[in-house]
Every structure is written in C-alpha cells, then in structure tokens.
C-alpha cells in the first residue's frame, strides 16, 4: 500500500491507537469494554442518522448528544482509570444518569416546553444532576482548569449580587439558574453543543474513517517524497504532513500526542535538538486548526455564531494558514542551516506522486467534502456525504479487489460512483441503499468482513475522539448562559471600547492578553468562544470587520496553546522529546510568529483575510492589494524568522537580529512611511548580509 522503505514506515506509520485527551487508548476489557465499545457505535449511528434525515427536535439531539457524551464519557473513566471495582461502579452509574438526562428531555420534550420558566421539582433534580455530571466530565477528561473557569462564572451568576459596582446584578434564584443553565438554549444545551451535535461530531467520525482507511499514509509518504530532501528534512516533513493532517482534523493537542510520537524522535535521529525537535512538532500540529477546509471545532462554531455560510470562514483563513506553514518551513529551513544539517537520501524516501497515484481513491472524499462546502451546501450535509463516501470507498475496496480483469474494475468503480452520487439529484436515501448493498455483499466473504470491521472500529474511535470536543462544548454553556444572564459581557465590552476609543492597538494587545491568560490550561474551543463573547463586539464596535475580529481571538487562542508557562501543547510533546515543556514552548512561540503578526495585520489591512478592500485596492484593483500586503507579510515574517534564529546566509550578530527585526516591525505596521522605510531597511539589510556572507565564503 505504500511505496516508503521499510524503515521509513517503521517510523511514520503508527503501530497503535492514540490516547484522547486524558483518557488511555482503548476501551477497556471484558463485558465492560464491549459496553462502551457498543455505546460508542451507537453514539455515532445516533449522530450519523440525525445528520442524514434530522427527523428530531434540534432540543433533543442536544439533550441526547450531552447524554451520549456523559454516558461514553464516565464508561470510558471506569474502564480506563478507575482501579477498584465500586469506583467503576459508581463511574457507570453517573454515566448512566448523565443519559437518563438526555432521555428526560426527549420523553417531556412538550411538557417541558408548556413549563418553561415553572420547573417541576423532578425537572430541578435532573436539572441538577445534569449541572454536576457536566463539571465532573468536564474535571476528569479536560482538566481542572476548565472546569474551575466554569465554576468561577457559575458562582458570579449565584452570588454576584453581592459584589461591588459595576459587578453587581440583579441576582437569581436556584430555580431559575437551572432552568438557564439545564434547559435553556443559553445554558449547557446552548450553540456550543448544537455545533458539536449538529457538525463536529460528523466530521471527527469523518477523519477517523480517513486514517482508518489509510489517509495518514498517504500524508506522510507524500510529504516524505515532496519535502524529505529539503535542508533540514524531517522537519519539514513534520511541518507538512502536519499541514495535510489539519485539512481533514484539527484537534490540535490530539495531534501532537498521535503524530509526535513518530516525528519527533525522527528529527532528534537527524541532529535537530530536543526542544526544537518538539516545538516543530507542537507548532505544525497546532497550526491544523487553522488550515481549511476542516480548520477544527472552532471555525463550526464561527459560523454558527456569525450567521455566515462556513465558506466564508475557510475564505478568511486560507492566506493566514498559508503564512503560518511558511513561517514553519522557513524557520526549520534556517534552524538546519545554522546547525548544518542537510535533507534525506532521496533513495530512502517513497516517491510522492507514486504514493497518490496509488492511494488517489482517498482523496476523493476530501474533494467532494471541499466542492460541497464551496458549492454553498451546508456543513452538515456536505461532512455527512463526505462520510458516506468515504464509507462506499471503504466498502467497495474489497469488493473491487475480487474482480479479476482491469476493465471490469474500472466498471465496477465507474458504476458505483455514479451509484454514490446520484444523491445530489435524489437525495441522501439513495447514498443509504448504496452503502447496505455492500455492507450485506462484504457479510459474505471473509475480506469483506474484515472491512466491516474497519468501519465498526472507525465509527467507535470516532465517538471517543469526540468526547473532549464534545464536554468542552457543553460545560462551556455554563459561561455563555451567565454571561447572557447577568450581563457582564456589556461591561467588559464597555472597558475594551473606552480604551480603544483612543488607542486600537493597546485593545488588541488587552484582547490578546486575555486570550493567553484564558489559554493557561483551557483548550481552544472554549477559549474562543469566552472571549470572542466577551471582545468580539468589542472589536466590532470599534470599526474592525466582523469575520477578523473573531479570526483574531481564534488565532491567539491557538497561541494559548504554544506559549509559556502552561502552553499544553508543548508540554504533550515534551515526553516524546524528553525536553522541558517550557523550553519547547520557547521554541513554538518563535516558530509560530506567523500566528502573532498575522491577527495584527488583519485588523488593520482586511485584505490579508479577504475581507474589506482598502485605499490601495480603490487605485489599483482588490488583487493588487492582496499581493502586496501578502508580499509584505511574507517579507516581515521572513525577517522576524532569521532574528529569531540567528541565521541567514550566515550566523548572525546579536546587533543584525535587531535590525532584521526592527525592519520587520516597519513593514508590518500600518503607520504612514513605515511601508517605504521598512522596504528599504530589508533590501539594504539583506544585500549587505548577504555580500558578507560572500565574502566570508571566498576568504575561507
């Protein structure tokens, strides 16, 4: 299946699942394990069957998706870390509640309805319950911090009455907190978890079906192929397949523990160090949330919250993506340079084309997903087709192997794929018949219920890969219901306004500030979605476009993630470098300039997001625009780059950085003359290091 050396598959290709978020790999062993291998399968035909013919009250699929989530959850904690028998016990137990949750709510949908605002006292137990099992999920597979965060809000909106001005609200009684929080569409059952119902949840078993399938060989024997034999190889691998991966995932965190554990030791092999080694690895990982068209749970979110067709969120990201991998590639191509490391033997590496033309059948979905999206469809619907056809080319596949001649094969193919697409004309239940057809020819012969069995494991590993997406969503309503609720958002807005009033920029750094701050130990969902509540309108007010304002809180909330002291991205990658978290964080920050300067420039020149054209394209045309601030974009961040490393053409004098780095500065400001000065700066900068480097060549 692969045309990568012996040892290069040895090192690229993972040998075992990996774990999710706090949760070991696996799903335990015995009758308990098969439980929540079962509820995990079932989550997900729950999820899939919602997805294709949405047949329930958008109310129920979000009580039933927290349901499913707290049930999976607390199964997987008693099968996975609980050691004694009656602390597994009571971990099913609460697992169990957490679904009778979501049962209540679908058997008294109506009457919960007719009594909003006037709970019963069965519907404030379960209310409760609901309230608890949320914090606890949230505490055990996300991490106190998280759940902390939450529980600080929670007591502002039961006992802010009686704080000090401008703090102070009305006050609320129990009841009516749990009816917000627990019942609402502002609480745990608010955008966050129809978001996570509704598309994350279609797309993450979209990716997991992908690797199943082989989609991560592909990556990595393309980018081995493709970039291997560049300066500083491995890395660049790294960068690039870590690249791909985020067009199809964007879990971040999940990333760095799935894929670190091959390329990091891989780069140290080549002579790149540790902390270096890590932070490329934490970086390029974190960068898959940025990189369309899946981009992550946080763009779904985006979307919803903007009311925009998700294209236009994938549109805004595409050059900023772009910049942030280039930033990549260029540090890891002077990090070499000034380690005087080189590529790998193009003879050890797999040829990249040969690789896609024999696992081209892969990329199909991807495009079909991509089409889709663009074509104006929803994200629902275009992340269910592209599961189903990834699920058709799964099936199919060995089916297609028991044909003998080529001609028939390609037959076969032909007529399957017009099978499969037909729905765009007839509707998603002729995908349905197509796929039990094959599912019922592959029951009968050996090879095709191996297959089966792959798409079993596929939608189980989907649901577990879920789970902390999921619970993040769904504790984050507890800070979207008291922000709603009590108001505290107005007077945060109010304080960003008033100093931006005077100065954009020190409310920009105070609303990057925040996002960092926010970071230390919460992942990046629920970091957007605090703080674009909380300085998005902000932003807004002051005159920045809607879509940058929210692009720049999504993008600092990823920099959470690489930057000291908590930085947890660098700190997964800190065992598989066997290298301090905080020196790796070191490194990512620098890595990730990119991820720093690009929000910046957004918000003074849109175009660099393709959002609101300027004074230049009002004299030159919109594309002339674009061209220039990438150029200039691209030229800061290359001079940012050699600062940071020290090396160009040569090593570079303490003195030299700063220079490389005050042009840098010049050409990202948007400040009169500082385009001009900063232009200058770099090209007589660069021609003199340049000649020197000449120089010092010839005289040695």
Same mark, same amino acid.
């Given at each position: 299946?692969?045309d990568?050396?012996?040892e290069?598959?040895?090192?690229l ?29 079932a ?8 997805a294709?013919?949405g047949?329930?009250p958008?109310?129920v ?12 959850g607390?199964?997987?904690?008693a099968?996975l ?5 009656p602390a ?7 697992g ?14 109506a ?5 909003s ?8 137990i ?6 608890v ?23 502002y ?13 009305r006050?609320?009684?129990?009841a009516q ?11 745990i059952?608010?955008?966050?978890v ?14 997991a079906f ?5 989609m ?9 192929g493709?970039?291997?034999t560049?300066r ?12 791909l ?5 964007g879990?971040?965190v999940?990333n760095v523990?799935?894929s ?5 030791p891989?780069?140290k092999?080549?002579?790149?160090r ?8 934490a ?8 990189m369309?068209?899946?981009m992550?749970?946080?763009a ?6 903007l ?6 969120v994938?549109?805004a990201a595409i050059?900023p993506?772009?910049?942030y ?8 191509y ?8 080189q ?9 990249p084309?040969?690789a896609?033309?024999?696992?081209w ?32 080319l ?18 076969f ?9 037909s729905?765009m004309?007839?509707?998603v ?7 039990a057809?094959?599912?019922v020819?592959?029951?009968t ?7 089966l069995?792959?798409?079993?494991d596929?939608?189980?590993e989907g649901a577990?890969?879920?789970l902390p997406?999921?619970i ?13 609720l ?6 945060f807005?109010g304080?960003i ?13 105070l609303?990057m500030?925040t ?5 230390? +130990?919460i *992942?990046?969902i629920?970091? $957007? =979605? ?5 300085? !998005?309108? /902000? %932003?807004l007010?002051l005159?920045v476009?809607?879509?940058v ?13 690489l ?5 947890l991205a660098?700190?997964?990658a ?6 301090s ?15 720093f300067v690009v929000?910046?420039m ?18 030159? +045309?919109? *594309?002339?625009?674009v061209? $220039? =601030? ?5 030229? !800061?961040? /290359? %001079?940012?780059g050699?600062a ?18 005050a042009?840098?500065?010049l050409?990202?400001?948007a400040?009169?003359?500082t ?8 090209v ?5 290091h ?11």
């Amino acid at each position: 299946m692969t045309d990568a050396p012996p040892e290069t598959q040895t090192i690229l290709s993972p040998t075992a699942e990996a774990p999710v978020e706090g949760l070991p790999p696996g799903f335990g062993d015995g009758i308990a394990g098969k439980a929540a291998f079962l509820i995990a399968i079932a989550f997900s035909i729950f999820q899939i069957y919602i997805a294709a013919y949405g047949s329930l009250p958008s109310q129920v699929v979000r009580a039933m998706h927290v349901g499913f989530l707290l049930l999976l959850g607390f199964g997987l904690i008693a099968n996975l870390r609980a050691t004694s028998t009656p602390a597994k016990a009571a971990f099913w137990t609460l697992g169990l509640l957490g679904f009778g949750t979501g049962l209540y709510n679908w058997v008294f949908y109506a009457d919960l309805i007719r009594r909003s605002g006037f709970l019963t006292t069965p519907d404030l137990i379960v209310g409760t319950v609901l309230v608890v099992l949320v914090f606890e999920a949230a505490r055990r597979l996300m991490g106190l911090p998280l759940a902390l965060i939450a529980l600080i809000f929670l007591a502002y909106a039961s006992f802010g009455n009686h704080l000090p001005p401008p703090f102070i609200h009305r006050g609320y009684d129990f009841a009516q907190l749990i009816d917000t929080f627990a019942f609402g569409t502002e609480g745990i059952y608010g955008t966050p978890v129809y978001v996570s119902a509704a598309y994350i949840f279609i797309f993450v078993v979209f990716a997991a079906f992908l690797e199943r399938a082989g989609m991560i060989a592909l990556f990595n024997d393309f980018a081995l192929g493709l970039v291997g034999t560049w300066r500083g190889g491995p890395a660049q691998v790294c960068v690039l397949s870590s690249a791909l991966m985020g067009t199809i995932s964007g879990s971040g965190v999940a990333n760095v523990v799935a894929s670190g554990q091959f390329t990091i030791p891989l780069m140290k092999r080549f002579g790149f160090r540790s902390a270096f080694a890590g932070a490329v690895e934490a970086t390029s990982s974190m960068g898959g949330q940025i990189m369309p068209p899946v981009m992550g749970a946080v763009a779904f979110i985006m979307a919803e919250t903007l009311n925009i067709p998700y294209a236009e969120v994938v549109k805004a990201a595409i050059i900023p993506a772009l910049l942030y991998f280039g930033a990549c590639f260029w540090q890891v191509y002077l990090e070499a340079g000034k380690a005087g490391l080189q590529g790998m033997a193009k003879a050890d590496l797999p040829n990249p084309w040969h690789a896609v033309s024999r696992h081209w059948p892969l990329v199909l979905p991807l495009a079909a997903l991509i089409y889709l999206l663009f074509a104006g469809y929803t994200p629902i619907f275009a992340g269910t087709m592209g599961l189903a056809l990834t699920i058709v080319l799964i099936l199919g596949t060995p089916l297609a192997a028991l044909i003998g001649p080529l001609a028939f094969r390609i037959v076969f193919w032909v007529a399957l794929g017009l099978a499969a697409a037909s729905f765009m004309r007839f509707g998603v239940d002729i995908l349905s018949f197509v796929i039990a057809g094959l599912v019922v020819a592959c029951v009968t012969f050996r090879g095709g219920r191996e297959t089966l069995q792959i798409c079993i494991d596929s939608l189980a590993e989907g649901a577990k890969n879920a789970l902390p997406v999921g619970i993040a969503c769904a504790i984050v309503g507890v800070v979207i219901g008291t922000l709603t609720l009590t108001g505290i958002a107005s007077t945060f807005i109010g304080w960003i306004i008033s100093i931006g009033e005077n100065n954009l920029f020190l409310s920009l750094v105070l609303t990057m500030l925040t996002c960092l701050v926010l970071g230390m +130990g919460i *992942p990046t969902i629920p970091n $957007y =979605i605090i703080t674009s509540s909380l300085a !998005g309108p /902000a %932003l807004l007010s002051l005159d920045v476009p809607l879509v940058v304002s929210h692009m720049f809180v999504f993008y600092f909330g990823i920099m959470a993630d690489l930057t000291p002291p908590v930085a947890l991205a660098a700190f997964a990658a800190a065992p598989m470098a066997k290298e301090s978290g905080l020196k790796i964080g070191i490194q990512a920050t620098k890595l990730a300039v990119a991820g720093f300067v690009v929000p910046f420039m957004a918000v003074y020149t849109p175009a660099l997001m393709l959002q609101d054209p300027g004074p230049i394209a009002a004299q030159f +045309g919109y *594309p002339v625009e674009v061209a $220039y =601030i990438v150029a200039k974009a691209c030229m !800061g961040i /290359a %001079l940012w780059g050699a600062a940071a490393v020290g090396f160009l053409a040569r090593r570079m004098a303490w003195w030299e950085r700063l220079v490389a780095f005050a042009a840098g500065v010049l050409l990202v400001a948007a400040l009169p003359v500082t385009d001009e000065a900063g232009w200058a700066l770099s090209v007589a900068w660069i021609g003199w290091h340049c000649w020197r480097a000449r120089q010092a060549t010839g005289t040695a």
